[in-house]
């Protein structure tokens, strides 16, 4: 048991640190290369945080454990809204740009329920991959191209955040080489965190018995996400409240038509029946939840970041004694 502990410590580690140095390497290159930093934040950054995810899922179902791949997506999508928002909020009323509402909650919502859809005949396959993937790619353009209409390049917290993040590379543009071992690093990283953690949650299941379902749900999306975690909570400390919301909603976004995308059209990703019962309905339930706080209320409030903490809590007690 103790090797198992340590392959899942090891997995952890390995997936912060390799999507830290993938992140900031190739942050710096497209810096080196002038790329402007809107279409890093909206990119690279915001992309970054969820690639433990897409690691842990495409390894879990090259494996052959499937379970795996879907459960974390579908738990790291309930985790960001009932676990990563909630603490956020408890650390500081976060407040809420109203532009939210125009297009990424939107079309974080219906990603869900179009997922939920293709889920309902128990199979992802290939051509849906292929789907979910274009339909990123699509939504991606649109926003790097929207970007300079939605908010001046110069005056937006999250593109500041962004600058100060890569500026001291600025002043050492000559090494290329540099950031480009970054990459190799944060990828390397990646890979072997994925393995270990697939290999250390898998260890779990069998020894107690347990679903790769639920280890999916809870033990590996707890893990891949806390790159988000640590993301908001310093985005939270610092009041920067736009890039709060903004990384739970397109991490969400990144998970179900990138991560879930890219396993599928590699592995067609079966869907069990448990999942399209309960699990699905739970992530749109936490999707859905969200709009009377963020519209009416227009923050994430201490009082809001406890009743999620407390929906979360019951989620996890019923899904467990299920």
Same mark, same amino acid.
Do not use: C
């Given at each position: ?5 340590? +392959?899942? /410590? =090891? #997995?952890? !580690?390995?997936?912060?640190? $390799? ?7 190739? *942050?710096?290159? @497209? ?5 402007? +930093?809107? /279409? =890093? #934040?909206? !990119?690279?950054?915001?992309? $970054? ?7 842990? *899922?495409?390894? @879990? ?9 879907? #459960? ?251």
């Amino acid at each position: 048991m103790l090797t198992t502990l340590l +392959l899942l /410590i =090891i #997995g952890v !580690t390995a997936l912060t640190a $390799g999507g830290w140095y993938l992140v900031r390497g190739a *942050s710096s290159i @497209a810096v080196v290369l002038k790329v402007p +930093l809107p /279409i =890093i #934040g909206l !990119t690279i950054v915001a992309m $970054g945080t969820s690639l433990p995810e897409m690691a842990v *899922s495409v390894g @879990a179902a090259a494996s052959g454990s499937t379970d795996i791949a879907f #459960g974390n997506v579908v738990g790291s999508n309930i985790l960001n809204v009932a676990l990563v928002l909630a603490l956020a909020g408890l650390i500081s009323d976060i407040a809420v740009n109203r532009g939210v509402f125009r297009v990424e909650y939107p079309f974080m919502v219906a990603a869900t329920a179009l997922v939920m859809f293709l889920a309902s005949d128990g199979q992802i396959d290939r051509l849906e991959g292929a789907g979910l993937v274009t339909l990123l790619v699509i939504f991606t353009v649109y926003m790097v191209r929207s970007a300079g209409e939605i908010v001046p390049l110069d005056e937006s917290d999250e593109f500041r955040t962004v600058s100060s993040i890569t500026e001291d590379h600025e002043e050492s543009s000559g090494s290329l080489l540099k950031y480009s071992w970054f990459v190799v690093v944060g990828i390397v990283g990646l890979v072997f965190g994925a393995k270990s953690m697939v290999a250390g949650a898998i260890r779990i299941a069998e020894f107690y018995g347990i679903s790769e379902r639920i280890i999916g749900l809870t033990i590996v999306s707890i893990g891949t996400s806390l790159p988000e975690v640590a993301t908001v909570i310093v985005a939270a400390v610092r009041k920067e409240h736009d890039l709060v919301v903004s990384n739970v909603i397109g991490s969400n976004i990144f998970n179900l038509l990138a991560i879930l995308g890219v396993t599928a059209l590699l592995f067609p990703v079966p869907v069990r029946a448990e999942a399209l019962a309960y699990d699905n309905w739970v992530m749109l339930g936490f999707a859905v939840v969200l709009f009377p706080i963020l519209w009416h209320r227009k923050k994430v409030s201490k009082r809001d970041g406890g009743v999620l903490l407390a929906l979360f809590g019951a989620y996890l007690w019923v899904l467990l004694r299920r």
